[in-house]
């Protein structure tokens, strides 16, 4: 171990250990990084539920085209297979390693600095383009609302989608800004009345429930292809992206860890009450939905709930309400998964993965680069997608969204079955009820689903591919820019620098060096 400077609070000293450099910082550096603690069991479960809902109202119908009704609904059971999986191992290396870089912090304990960076840039590709695409779809339903809001036009040379969009990363990352106990608040109101607002979807559609309509799409040339399964078995495999997004994002709540009051106790149970509501949710609009709208409608639908609802009985008010309310499904989602990629950027900035400007706090301990600097980067995505194709902007970067978190689901769950191998006797608050078998299911499921874009569209393979490319650049950047200038105090880190001071304690204890003789002892002159 080379070290060198002072290593008081105002920082200084260089280390290495393994292929990367720490530097030590100082106290300083992490006052100025300090985030509050605010979020009890409850809140963790609404921001779980908020993270997700909005997939609930948008794109998962999408799996009806790529699958039809019976590969759509077999992809669906996989998909809550494999989150249930995810949130028993996220919880249980949350609870022992209660950090705000969740999945990137577990990654990095188990898996070292590369495979910890890794699973950090699945998790910022994950979330951020999650909130692209939750943009698109909310700038839909607005241009779905009578006049004035169907006639809105352009400003300037910029279109109505792209607009809004920007409207409301606008209001929704200044939220963010503000504070955690504005972004918890928010979230919990509105996913509640996004939550009451499916079930009374779902009560009064099923009235016009009628099997019939699952099967109205025709059967493709495939050899294999049914009315049940229309594109073929290879139906199932392209279905898996939309049924993961009845659920993208409940893994997600590790990432308050430093803002939870009890982490250990609250993320576990907080976790696992959202994905269990969540699963309600998702079975409630794929029945629904599918027997009173039909797999042909939804199959092509931006706006599946109202949609349903224009089909049975026209715009009427219940069409309006559903429309209206149905927005704050998606608000709940898009403010929500902006604290969650902010505080994913924060801890990778903290920890000297990536510029260490973006993890400052101001005023509010809130970061406000890692809010804002993604959030307009994503605008440019939305502006990109919708000039190449306005139809399939929001499916195309679901795909994008979609594939970096399967990339980071299936390293976190290589880095608990290492946990638990190497070490056992880390104090887990909680334990995953289905241990490795659990994780090694969850993990094969994933990585099943990571091709299943390539089986989409040409577009979706291109978006794939590109996303494949911003990785490895981030990796590239990894190599030769910010393993040479990693923090040692990051919580995420620390245990690392800790680890090998004490492997070479042990070592000197082991094999001390041999004193000089003392002046005049026997055997000198």
Same mark, same amino acid.
């Given at each position: 171990? @080379?070290?060198?400077?002072?290593?008081?609070?105002?920082?200084?000293?260089?280390?290495?250990?393994?292929? =990367?450099?720490?530097?030590?910082?100082?106290?300083?550096?992490?006052?100025?990084?300090?985030?509050?603690?605010?979020?009890?069991?409850?809140?963790?479960?609404?921001?779980?539920?908020?993270? =997700?809902?909005?997939?609930?109202?948008?794109?998962?119908?999408?799996?009806?085209? +790529?699958?039809?009704?019976?590969?759509?609904?077999?992809?669906?059971?996989?998909?809550?297979?494999?989150?249930?999986? !995810?949130?028993?191992?996220?919880?249980?290396?949350?609870?022992?390693?209660?950090?705000?870089?969740?999945?990137? +912090?577990?990654?990095?304990?188990?898996?070292?600095?590369?495979?910890?960076?890794?699973?950090?840039?699945?998790?910022?590709?994950?979330?951020?383009?999650?909130?692209?695409?939750?943009?698109?779809?909310?700038?839909?339903?607005?241009?779905?609302?009578? $006049?004035?809001?169907?006639?809105?036009? #352009?400003?300037?040379?910029?279109?109505?989608?792209?607009?809004?969009?920007?409207?409301?990363?606008?209001?929704?990352?200044?939220?963010?800004?503000?504070?955690?106990?504005?972004?918890?608040?928010? =979230?919990?109101?509105?996913?509640?009345?996004?939550?009451?607002?499916?079930?009374?979807?779902?009560?009064?559609?099923?009235?016009?429930?009628?099997?019939? %309509?699952?099967?109205?799409? *025709?059967?493709?040339?495939?050899?294999?292809?049914?009315?049940?399964?229309?594109? /073929?078995?290879?139906?199932?495999?392209?279905?898996?992206?939309?049924?993961?997004?009845?659920?993208?994002?409940?893994?997600?709540?590790?990432?308050? $860890?430093?803002?939870?009051?009890?982490? #250990?106790?609250?993320? *576990?149970?907080?976790?696992?009450?959202?994905?269990?509501?969540?699963?309600?949710?998702?079975?409630?609009?794929?029945?629904?939905?599918?027997?009173?709208?039909?797999?042909?409608?939804?199959?092509?639908?931006?706006?599946?709930?109202?949609?349903?609802? @224009?089909?049975?009985?026209? #715009?009427?008010?219940?069409?309006?309400?559903?429309?209206?309310?149905? !927005?704050?499904?998606?608000?709940?989602?898009?403010?929500?998964?902006?604290?969650?990629?902010?505080?994913?950027?924060?801890?990778? $900035?903290?920890?000297?993965?990536?510029?260490?400007?973006?993890?400052?706090?101001?005023?509010? #301990?809130?970061?406000?680069?890692?809010?804002?600097?993604?959030?307009? !980067?994503?605008?440019?995505?939305?502006?990109?997608?919708?000039?190449?194709?306005?139809?399939?902007?929001?499916?195309?970067?679901?795909?994008?969204?979609?594939?970096?978190?399967?990339?980071?689901?299936?390293?976190?769950?290589?880095?608990?079955?290492?946990?638990?191998?190497?070490?056992? %006797?880390?104090?887990?608050?909680?334990?995953?009820?289905?241990?490795?078998?659990?994780?090694?299911?969850?993990?094969?499921?994933?990585?099943?689903?990571? /091709?299943?874009?390539? %089986?989409?569209?040409?577009?979706?393979?291109?978006?794939?591919?590109?996303?494949?490319?911003?990785?490895?650049?981030?990796?590239?950047?990894?190599?030769?820019?910010?393993?040479?200038?990693?923090?040692?105090?990051?919580?995420?880190?620390?245990?690392?620098?800790?680890?090998? +001071?004490?492997? @070479?304690?042990?070592?000197?204890?082991?094999?001390?060096?041999?004193?000089?003789?003392?002046?005049?002892?026997?055997?000198?002159?």
């Amino acid at each position: 171990m @080379e070290a060198s400077g002072p290593r008081g609070d105002r920082g200084g000293g260089v280390e290495r250990v393994g292929g =990367v450099e720490y530097e030590h910082v100082g106290r300083e550096y992490l006052e100025e990084r300090a985030l509050t603690r605010h979020a009890g069991v409850w809140l963790i479960m609404l921001l779980g539920i908020g993270y =997700v809902i909005s997939g609930e109202y948008f794109s998962w119908n999408f799996g009806f085209d +790529a699958g039809g009704w019976g590969g759509f609904l077999i992809a669906a059971v996989l998909m809550a297979i494999m989150y249930y999986g !995810l949130v028993f191992a996220m919880s249980e290396m949350a609870s022992a390693l209660p950090h705000s870089g969740g999945p990137y +912090a577990f990654a990095r304990r188990a898996l070292g600095p590369w495979g910890g960076f890794a699973t950090g840039l699945g998790v910022t590709v994950a979330y951020t383009m999650a909130t692209a695409t939750i943009s698109v779809a909310i700038a839909f339903y607005i241009l779905d609302l009578p $006049s004035p809001f169907e006639d809105l036009g #352009k400003l300037w040379f910029i279109e109505p989608i792209e607009w809004i969009s920007l409207v409301f990363f606008g209001i929704f990352m200044y939220l963010n800004w503000r504070g955690v106990s504005a972004v918890f608040g928010v =979230v919990a109101a509105v996913t509640i009345v996004a939550m009451i607002t499916l079930v009374v979807w779902g009560v009064v559609m099923v009235f016009d429930w009628n099997s019939s %309509n699952f099967s109205n799409i *025709p059967a493709g040339d495939e050899g294999n292809a049914t009315s049940a399964f229309p594109s /073929g078995i290879s139906g199932i495999w392209a279905a898996l992206p939309f049924a993961a997004w009845f659920y993208l994002a409940i893994e997600a709540t590790p990432l308050a $860890s430093e803002e939870a009051k009890d982490p #250990k106790r609250d993320l *576990p149970r907080g976790s696992l009450y959202a994905m269990t509501i969540l699963l309600v949710l998702s079975a409630l609009v794929f029945f629904v939905g599918g027997g009173a709208g039909g797999a042909s409608l939804l199959a092509a639908e931006s706006n599946p709930i109202p949609a349903v609802v @224009e089909s049975v009985y026209g #715009k009427n008010f219940f069409f309006w309400l559903v429309t209206v309310v149905g !927005l704050t499904g998606l608000i709940a989602s898009f403010h929500s998964i902006i604290f969650a990629y902010s505080r994913q950027i924060f801890a990778l $900035s903290r920890a000297g993965y990536i510029p260490r400007i973006l993890s400052r706090t101001g005023r509010n #301990k809130t970061p406000t680069l890692a809010i804002f600097i993604p959030g307009m !980067l994503m605008w440019g995505v939305v502006i990109i997608y919708n000039r190449i194709d306005e139809t399939a902007a929001i499916a195309n970067i679901t795909q994008i969204s979609v594939f970096g978190a399967l990339i980071f689901y299936i390293l976190s769950m290589i880095a608990f079955i290492v946990l638990r191998m190497r070490e056992p %006797n880390l104090e887990r608050a909680y334990r995953s009820p289905v241990g490795v078998p659990g994780a090694v299911v969850t993990g094969l499921l994933a990585a099943v689903a990571l /091709g299943s874009g390539f %089986n989409y569209t040409t577009a979706a393979q291109w978006t794939i591919l590109a996303t494949i490319g911003l990785i490895l650049l981030g990796l590239l950047y990894f190599a030769l820019v910010s393993r040479h200038r990693l923090v040692a105090e990051a919580p995420e880190e620390e245990f690392a620098v800790i680890e090998r +001071a004490e492997a @070479e304690l042990e070592s000197d204890l082991a094999h001390p060096e041999p004193r000089e003789p003392a002046p005049g002892a026997p055997g000198t002159t």
